[in-house]
């Protein structure tokens, strides 16, 4: 990608231009200005494309219109956006649910105006003022796409599958050949496999873990990694399409992304969302709040938010697109897209756990529970990984 840079280090902002009520305070836009001539975003891979893929451009057209160039840089996960976001060199970027709780928390995103956002009152009404994307009922971004973490298997080397025990009860049947993302979220896919099979540990949230719930996923994960798995993650997801197409990996946890690729290539693959229910992200496009190009920003998001664009990136990545607009722009590209990612049908959702960041305070407003914090998570992880 031509400006594109890929980084597992930190990055985001600068100042707040004369359009803003007040420079430094993450104080909301009043006015849209003139564009600054320059946009440094955060990313998830494939969320800003330029072209490479023919039909595949949202970047140059936004370029053309508003005099902004682009300069994107892709997280490898959301402690690395979150890290990226805090250095002070972005203007804001596209996050999960477990990075922008975090974001809105520190005061490092500011709250958006959406009165001078042309495309959002067509967004989806369940897409807006969610606890990932608002603080107080106030909106703090603007809805990207959202999608599930499917299980994905070759039909060839393993039958037909319904839930994740593939990935847990029976990984020695695939070892060394199974693949799982490579992030201390990854600690709730165990956990929201536990809530299926010991329910008397009474996990209600599997990003919200007291000690007892916390030690039973990290055991679980230690016996999986018993059998050898493969890692991949927000940089890297290609790297698990290669590994099926040579038969390295034959069951794993994936995005759409990936199956839509594997699918152009033939393989023989399917996924599901397993009976278990799954984790998953809604992403949100927020703005720094000492961005040094704000008004560049807000019109990024809102073309973000146009069915063109927003067609075209949810059909690229395999996500749901967040407008019936949108919807009717993405079947040219891909008959039946908003159907195959359930974009309006909310009750796909329920059992979909957004990525969240786990709190001391359990995220609720109990103060007898105590949880083990994201801090936790990523120690626990660094050791599983042994990485430290």
């Known amino acids: 990608m031509r400006h594109m840079r890929t980084t597992t280090g930190l990055v985001v902002l600068g100042m707040l231009m004369a359009a ?7 104080e909301m836009l009043q006015e849209l200005g003139e564009g600054e001539g320059e946009l440094n975003l955060i990313i998830w891979s494939g969320y800003a494309e330029e072209g490479a893929v023919e039909g595949y451009d949202w970047v140059h057209p936004f370029e053309d219109a508003t005099g902004c160039q682009v300069n994107a840089t892709v997280q490898a996960d959301s402690a ?12 804001g970027g596209s996050f999960s649910g477990n990075a922008t709780d975090r974001l809105m928390a520190a005061g490092d995103v500011a709250p958006v105006n959406v009165e001078l ?38 039909t060839e080397e393993v039958d037909p599958q319904t839930t994740q025990a593939g990935l847990w009860a029976d990984a020695a049947d695939y070892e060394g050949r199974f693949s799982v993302f490579d992030s201390p979220d990854f600690i709730a896919d ?35 990694f018993t059998h050898g798995p493969l890692f991949w993650d927000g940089v890297t997801f290609g790297e698990q399409i290669t590994d099926f197409i040579a038969g390295d990996i034959v069951i794993g946890t994936t995005w759409q992304y990936q199956v839509n690729s594997l699918v152009a290539e033939e393989a023989p693959v399917e996924a599901i969302k397993p009976a278990e229910g799954a984790t998953g992200w809604s992403d ?30 949810t059909v690229y990545f395999g996500e749901a697109s967040t407008s019936e607009a949108a919807c009717e722009a993405a079947e040219a590209l891909s008959p039946g897209h908003c159907e195959q990612t359930h974009a309006s049908d909310e009750a ?11 709190r001391e305070d ?12 994201y801090d936790g998570w990523v120690e626990a992880w660094t050791t599983l990984r042994g990485t430290d």
């Open 20 to 26: 803003c009520t007040s420079s430094g305070e993450g």
């Open 80 to 91: 690395t956006g979150v890290q990226m976001l805090q250095t002070g060199e972005y203007d």
């Open 117 to 154: 956002l042309e495309n959002y009152d067509a967004v989806f009404d369940g897409l807006k003022l969610q606890p990932h994307n608002s603080l107080d009922g106030v909106p703090y971004g603007v809805p990207h796409g959202r999608g599930p973490n499917l299980l994905m298997w070759n």
């Open 190 to 224: 165990a956990a929201l496999q536990l809530m299926a099979r010991q329910p008397d540990l009474g996990i209600e949230n599997p990003y919200q873990l007291n000690q007892e719930q916390f030690d039973a996923a990290i055991a679980l994960i230690e016996e999986q």
């Open 284 to 313: 949100t496009w927020m703005i720094a709040s000492e961005a040094e190009h704000p008004n560049c920003m807000y019109m990024w998001m809102d073309h973000m938010m146009s069915a063109e664009a927003n067609a075209m990136a």
């Open 348 to 358: 796909y959702w329920d059992d979909i756990w957004y990525w969240s960041t786990a």
């Open 362 to 373: 359990c995220a609720d407003d109990d103060d007898s529970t105590t949880c083990v914090d």
